[in-house]
Structure formats: C-alpha cells, structure tokens
C-alpha cells in the first residue's frame, strides 16, 4: 500500500514542524511555500523561548504549553537556543503588586522561580535599570528563529519530506463532492501551473490561513496583529529581560548576537503581504525599552521590523489567549480533506505540530504514535547539503 | 510626516534557463526604511514573480544577503538613504560565487556543508564568542552564558572574496573562520581539511570578506591566525616524529 500524502501550505514554524511529525509517522509529505522558509511571521519573530511566565497570570493554558515546549526544544535543538534564562523586573507599586499573583501564577504553572533582591539581579545583568525594586529569575531562552524552522525542516528531509519553495498555493483541487484533495499551485521559478493531489491538505499559513481556508469556502477565526520590533546594536544583557506586570507594549528585550531587540506593540491591518513599519511605534519601543536598560538610549537602531502575529479565539490584540488550535473543516464547514492550523507561539511550535498531525491521522483512521518529544533534531545546515 | 523619496530599483531577474537581466521598477521609498522594504514592496505591489530569500528582517538570520550597486549587503539593514539619493537608481543583483536558482536567489548549499565539514559552531560558550565591544558593563559570570555564534553564515564574504571567485573548490572566509574558532590545538582533525591549497593558502589577503562581514566575525584577521596555528601545529608535529 502507497504511504498517504499530505501537502502542507506554509513553511514557517507550525508548517516544518508538521512536516517533520507527519514524516516521521509515515507520511509522504510535500510542504508548498510561496516565498523562502520563514519569509513571513515566523522568521520575524522576537526570538524568545518563553518560560511561560508572560501567561503565567491570565493565560494559563498558553503558560502551561510554553513551558513544558521550552524544555522539551532545549532539548533536541540545542544548536539554535541560548538558554541562559530570563529575570521578569519590576520597577514601580503597580509591578510590585503585579508580583503576587505571578508567583501564585508560576506555581499553579509548574514554571520554576527565583526571587531576587535588586542587587542579585544586578550582579547577574548590570546594565538593566539600577532603580528596580524586585526580581524574578525564570527559565526563559532565546532562539535563532530561521534555524530552529530549518532544523525541522533538515529532519523532515531526512524522513522524505519534499519542499517546493517559491511555490505559490492558487487554488484547492476539489473531488466534486465537496472535498479538498490537492492544491494548484505556480512555481514562481519557472513559472508554471502544476496540481498536486494530496489525500489530506494542511493549512499552516498563520496570519494568512483565512485566504486559504476562502479558497475551500471555508472559515478560521484568526485575527492578523502586527507588532513592531527594534533592534539596537549593543548586547546589553545575556538574559530575556520582561516588564513584572500584565503584557503590553515593549515590554521585553531580548540579547541576539551583538545586539538587543525590544517588542512588541499591537495593531490592526488590512494588506498583511506589506505591513509597513510605524514610526510611532519605534519610538514607543526606545521609551519602554529603555526603562528597562536604560542605555538603549545611547544604542543606534540597527533594524526596525514588523510581524504579523495569527490571534485567535476572540479577543482582541493583548487579550486575546495566545493558545493554538487545529481546524477540521469538516467539522466546521463540512468541507473533508482539509485542516488548519493557527494561533500559537513560536515557542508552541512542535506541539502544534502534535496537535496538527494527531488531527489529521484521526480522519484517516491512522495509528500512529507522536514521536517528536525524543526525537534529537539534524543540523539547520542539512536542509540545504541534503538532496529535495 | 516621513521623507520620500523616489527611486529606480533595478533588480537582476533570471528564471530557470534565462541569461539575467535587468527589470527596472519606480518605487517609493522612505529613505529611513531598508533595501530589503524596497524589495519585498516590489514583490507585494508591483511584480509577484520576483523571488528572493529574506527571513529575519535585522541581520541576525544570513538569509537577505544580495549584491547592492556592486558591494555585498545584508539589505535588511542596509539603509536606502545609505546606497542612492531622491530620484536615483539602487541595482539589487545575487550574491556571486554561487549558482543562482532564480533572480536574487542562490544555493549555498556548498557553504553549508563546507560549514558542517570543519565543523563550525553555532552556539558557544561566551568568552569563546570574542566580543570585542562589550556592554558598558560586564558581568563576572558572564563566563557561564551559551551564546550563538557571531557568524550568521549569510555567504556575503564568500560572494565578495577574488579567491573564491578563482576556484570553486576554495574552503572561502566564513568557513575557514569557523575552523578558527575551533582551534587546531583541540580539534587536530582539522588540519588536513584547512591545510591545503584549497584552505589558508588560497587566501591572498584581499580582506575583501573582512570589509563586507555585516556580523563582526572578521574572517580575515581569522585566516590569518588560522595560518599561525597550522605552522605552530606542524612544527609540533616535528617534535612528535622524532
């Protein structure tokens, strides 16, 4: 009997991530991608290997899935991660409050804390804000983004993934009785029109899954939020460094390489193909990010750039839960051969992948077990020695 | 209200089979804003078929790295006001040195695999990682922080390099730096790999992938090192014969 195929829509993090699970369960897999590996949200993201403590208080469901995912990728993709933690500041009464319901948070969480004096915090961080009033050391990481997509990607190669960049999804192949069962699709390096038929069709495009999800007649409650990120060219600090209070707009840096990056800010936008940079909120990142290291004041901004973060589940920009959720759209629109993927985190990325996967074997009725948690992943720099 | 200005965006276009050429696109531009913006613009508005390799947006992925009017950039960070003037032209073509596989971009799959050859460190421990500014104040357990390397392995140098451009078969910058990192002293492996003439000796210290590195790793004060440590290493190598 033939493998089953399944062609995935989007390489960023939710599409390699899937691709990687559903190879390693037997799958023949095919991912389109209309540009390069992560040219969209996931190649922007901020970078930050969440502790969950950002959800700790409001979002705990998100919380829970980020920490347990942050430990599970620091270890089987250790070559993209520097995982040297994070401290959660606070600077006035209103952080300080904030302090007892992120302890009780964390716990209920299982997200292990330390708390800290002003001084410990400064002996580990000299350059945060010398005026703080309390600490907190939690075990966030940064990640290199384009690699950790890469290093999915490498080991769904390996497992005989194919992936056609520059490969543009035009329409969805219907069977006539209302199911999906392949994609049209232009490869932009040729030029030329070519069907694929596919037993099942992933949806993994974030922001974009409602254009997709249209081509079917189908719906997804996602809601695109850009967000503005500034990078400064001095690495100020070796740790993740948050706000201690509800999320809001700059309220992390992060250290990547020799420089900072401060986000995010939360906005509505129509054309999300070019979302263009608001100066407005460049300035907002200096102001915020500089009560929490005071010399970015003195740092030159080295990149200013914007990502389309996929929101769903009601809600709206920082309310919104930051969980993820799989679509059967067989379920939702009675359309089969279909599934979206969205919402998330970065962070999330491989159990969304479980998720995704463990979806789309259910409909076919397949048993497979999900095997990603322990599966070490190959080098990013794979994905290109190794042969399409 | 931000500056305009307008320019000519001259892109280097080559489809499967093609001979390149040029297609020109007036665009826009607030001159604050990067090449790369210009670019993904030209993509968004004006012509979907252009493809090119982007992914980060602030130089910290390798993946935006074109030729810009004739000198290597990484363009996500590479200001227009930088590179044209209000109604001038901004030419974008690929990185040289490697095969292109449609208008601005290229395999470096020889790259890669030359990287994972020497085997060239993506994270490090942070005293190894050489920061040579560090911040205004540092701490004392800095020592014990993992750190990605500085190298965002983009081929800029690769691109930029006359030695490189002579043979395909040169190791090139960013690959010998990485064996330099590593160091011969504890990875004696790698002496026959950068030993040779197509390693250190292929190198005629044009500096050129030194003038172009938009990560700080300085590949060629790194071959030159490289080299110190091969003729230290081989006349260890005496001692131990006799």
């Known amino acids: ?388 | 209200m931000s500056e305009k200005w307008n320019i000519t965006l001259k892109v280097s276009r080559q489809k499967q089979g093609e001979t390149p050429h040029f297609d020109e696109y007036k665009v826009e531009v607030n001159p604050d804003e990067y090449v790369l913006d210009a670019v993904e613009r030209v993509w968004a508005f004006m012509d979907r078929s252009v493809c090119f390799r982007h992914a980060c947006h602030h130089s910290t992925c390798g993946a935006c790295g074109m030729r810009v009017n004739n000198v290597e950039k990484l363009t996500c960070i590479t200001y227009i006001r930088d590179v044209t003037h209000d109604g001038g032209t901004l030419k974008v073509e690929p990185l040289r040195n490697f095969p292109v596989v449609s208008d601005l971009v290229v395999d470096m799959g020889s790259l890669y695999s030359r990287l994972e050859l020497v085997g060239a460190r993506s994270v490090l421990p942070a005293p190894e990682a050489e920061i040579e500014n560090p911040p205004a104040k540092w701490s004392e357990e800095d020592g014990q922080y993992i750190r990605l390397a500085d190298c965002i392995e983009c081929g800029l140098c690769i691109s930029a390099c006359p030695s490189a451009a002579t043979s395909s078969d040169y190791l090139g910058p960013a690959v010998l730096a990485g064996a330099q990192a590593n160091g011969l002293k504890r990875n004696p492996e790698l002496l026959s790999i950068v030993d040779g003439e197509d390693g250190v000796w292929r190198c005629h210290s044009a500096f050129e992938c030194t003038a172009v590195c938009p990560s700080f790793v300085d590949p060629a004060r790194r071959i030159m090192n490289l080299r110190t440590q091969i003729v230290k290493e081989r006349v260890v190598g005496l001692f131990r014969k006799a």
């Open chain 1, 1 to 388: 009997m033939s493998k089953p195929h399944a062609v995935i829509i989007g390489a960023g993090f939710t599409g390699v991530a899937t691709a990687h699970d559903l190879a390693l369960r037997g799958f023949d897999v095919t991912v389109i991608e209309r540009g390069d590996i992560c040219n969209g949200t996931s190649g922007r993201t901020h970078g930050l290997l969440h502790s969950g403590g950002r959800y700790a208080v409001k979002d705990q469901e998100s919380a829970i899935e980020c920490i347990d995912e942050n430990m599970i990728l620091r270890k089987i993709v250790p070559s993209v991660i520097e995982p040297n933690g994070g401290l959660f500041i606070g600077l006035d009464e209103g952080d300080l409050q904030y302090g007892e319901p992120f302890i009780a948070g964390c716990e209920a969480c299982h997200i292990p804390l330390e708390e800290l004096t002003p001084q410990q915090a400064l002996k580990l961080e000299p350059n945060i804000n010398p005026k703080l009033l309390t600490a907190f050391l939690i075990p966030d990481g940064t990640f290199d983004p384009l690699r950790l997509a890469l290093s999915f990607a490498a080991s769904a190669r390996a497992n005989g993934a194919k992936f056609k960049i520059y490969t543009e999804a035009k329409s969805l192949l219907m069977d006539g009785k209302g199911a999906v069962n392949g994609v049209k699709v232009l490869e932009r390096a040729s030029n030329q029109t070519v069907e694929l038929r596919a037993d099942m069709v992933v949806n993994a495009t974030g922001a974009w899954a409602g254009e997709i999800t249209e081509m079917a007649g189908a719906s997804v409650p996602v809601k695109p939020t850009p967000g503005v990120m500034v990078a400064y060219d001095q690495r100020f600090v070796q740790r993740a460094i948050n706000r201690l209070n509800k999320p809001g707009d700059g309220d992390i840096v992060l250290p990547q390489r020799r420089m900072v990056v401060v986000g995010t800010t939360s906005y509505d936008v129509d054309n999300l193909d070019y979302v263009p940079v608001l100066e407005d909120d460049v300035r907002l990142m200096l102001e915020r990010g500089a009560e929490l290291i005071p010399g970015i004041r003195n740092a030159k901004v080295r990149g200013k750039y914007v990502a389309t973060r996929p929101l769903i589940g009601g809600g709206m920009g920082r309310s919104a839960a930051r969980t993820f959720k799989c679509y059967d759209h067989k379920e939702t629109d009675n359309v089969d051969g279909l599934v979206t993927i969205t919402g998330g985190k970065a962070t999330t990325l491989r159990a969304m992948a479980e998720k995704t996967a463990d979806v789309v074997c259910e409909k076919m009725g397949i048993n497979m077990p999900c095997t990603t948690k322990d599966t070490p992943l190959l080098s990013y720099r794979q994905y290109y020695t190794m042969p399409n």
